[in-house]
């Protein structure tokens, strides 16, 4: 059994690497919660929402952590009840499987808030 995307490493761009295609990073795509979507072909895009500031604030913290834990760092855009999130490997000016297994964890993070 394949492991999920959240459980893969996040093995980072090399030199060399290619941005991913459509045709490639689909299969990603379609493993990851239905908030995230692919802008331009450059880099994922999601929006998740909280009954407040405060709860949308301890996810921006986690996603911190995990970001520094793997060295690989989304845009974050905290306001009232919801955490906006961009990624994409600046190195590559693109996707790679990386960002598509750090929005799996962010998504099984986000999960871990449930609903209140």
Do not use: K
Request: proline fraction near 3%.
């Amino acid at each position: 059994m394949t492991p999920s995307l959240a459980d893969q490493p996040v093995e980072h761009a090399e030199e060399g690497d290619e941005p991913l295609t459509d045709d490639a990073y689909a299969e990603y795509l379609a493993e990851l919660g239905g908030a995230w979507e692919v802008v331009d072909d450059h880099h994922l895009e999601a929006t998740y929402e909280f009954d407040d500031f405060a709860a949308a604030l301890a996810f921006t913290n986690d996603v911190g952590e995990l970001a520094e834990e793997e060295w690989h760092h989304p845009d974050l855009h905290l306001s009232w009840g919801e955490v906006g999130v961009e990624m994409w490997s600046h190195d590559i000016g693109g996707l790679h499987e990386s960002d598509f297994v750090m929005a799996a964890r962010m998504d099984r993070i986000y999960d871990g808030y449930g609903d209140d």
